[in-house]
């Protein structure tokens, strides 16, 4: 018999029992299926996370004033004043591992325009804090160092601001609302940004000049000092830890800290946090894809318990086709060519299952769906890898039968 003759006789055997085929391929198919699906959904979670982290900025430094401490009661982080304007000049200016800094006052206040409304949040900065934040201009212009020197009361608004003031798809640029009583002009619509990490809207927002927040939006004055945060952005080829380590020293050394003395300020890496959280997602779909292997290995042995339990109904056939004239090699191969179809024909199932549930879970928790091809091949040569090493041995015993005995067989 040659390779065809064998092959079609081993499919033939397996759609006499298209059910128990089926089943006998089911551990196959949930293996495949579950190790594809996993894969692509660890994969878009990470870019979803990652995209998260990428929306916040990059190389990502947030400086806090320290903590108050009153009769052993610490008020936390950024309880104290201490960070100054010219601490931000200096870590801007005196830092070469720092490629940009900006600092960040926010205030929630009523906005009105002509004949609308809206409660959100104003952001005082410098025109640096489009760079390090990474916002974009979809229409108009950032506000400039001229803007924030001469207190300009002008605006950059977020697309969800706009769409609550004048409805979606209007261009503001130009137009005047009113902060707090105090009228502004918008100068330019951020491009949308999505989400921060603990679901706050970017878009649900209004960036103004630092003076002018100061002078018309700040309840209160605090002269020198510096209210709010200041973002700090790392340059690129000297890292996030070296940029800390520098600021945090000439910080120590402007406040004139003792060798002993606590930090009177705080500085947060946000390249460590993400991560932390990319690290436990990689390790949950480790987790999750090695399950699905599992499931791979528990459904080859559902192959070859099927296998055998075929050798030992067709024991009888068996021997009539060795007395004919089959060679133990023709009835090894046609059993090898089962247990390999089986497992390909689950594995090819698998994979399309794999990817709908991939597809399906990606649009319900709206992560991008990203499949590796690799890991489709992978998934699917592990599959015929196990087919062949569980079909072997059932296999080898249906070769090894002597005929007579199969022949006698009831």
Request: no cysteine.
């Amino acid at each position: 018999m040659n390779v065809l003759e064998t092959m079609s006789l081993a499919m033939r055997s397996l759609l006499r029992s298209k059910m128990r085929s089926f089943l006998t391929a089911l551990g196959i198919i949930i293996g495949v299926g579950a190790v594809i699906a996993m894969v692509a959904i660890g994969d878009g979670a990470r870019a979803s996370v990652q995209k998260v982290f990428d929306s916040m900025g990059t190389n990502l430094l947030i400086l806090r004033s320290g903590s108050t401490n009153s009769g052993g009661a610490r008020g936390g982080s950024g309880s104290q004043p201490t960070l100054t304007w010219d601490d931000l000049e200096a870590i801007r200016t005196q830092v070469p591992s720092v490629r940009a800094a900006a600092p960040e006052m926010r205030t929630s206040s009523q906005v009105f325009s002509e004949d609308q409304n809206w409660s959100t949040s104003v952001t005082g900065t410098t025109p640096d804090f489009f760079d390090v934040r990474g916002w974009t201009i979809a229409t108009g212009r950032r506000f400039t160092e001229a803007d924030v020197e001469a207190g300009a009361k002008v605006a950059v608004i977020g697309q969800t601001v706009v769409e609550m003031l004048y409805g979606a798809g209007f261009d503001p640029v130009g137009q005047v609302i009113r902060i707090n009583k105090t009228p502004f002009t918008i100068v330019g619509m951020t491009a949308r940004k999505g989400q921060s990490p603990m679901g706050q809207d970017y878009d649900d927002s209004i960036l103004v000049p630092a003076t002018t927040f100061q002078r018309q939006l700040q309840s209160q004055s605090l002269g020198k000092y510096l209210t709010g945060i200041i973002y700090v952005q790392a340059d690129a080829t000297a890292g996030t830890a070296k940029a800390r380590q520098d600021v945090s020293a000439l910080l120590r050394e402007r406040h004139r800290l003792g060798e002993n003395a606590d930090d009177d300020f705080d500085v947060r890496d946000l390249s460590e946090l993400a991560n932390s959280r990319q690290q436990s997602t990689e390790t949950l779909s480790l987790l999750l894809a090695s399950i699905a292997a599992v499931s791979l290995v528990v459904g080859g042995i559902g192959i070859m318990n099927i296998m055998l339990v075929s050798v030992t109904e067709r024991t009888r056939e068996i021997g009539v086709r060795v007395a004919v004239g089959a060679r133990p090699r023709d009835i090894l191969a046609q059993f090898l060519i089962e247990a390999l179809a089986l497992a390909l024909l689950g594995g090819l199932i698998g994979a399309a299952v794999g990817l709908g549930v991939a597809r399906f879970l990606a649009t319900q928790f709206q992560w991008p769906l990203l499949v590796r091809p690799d890991v489709i091949f992978i998934a699917l040569g592990f599959s015929a890898l196990v087919g062949v090493g569980f079909g072997l041995y059932p296999a080898r015993k249906a070769s090894q039968l002597d005929p007579i005995d199969a022949l006698r067989y009831e």
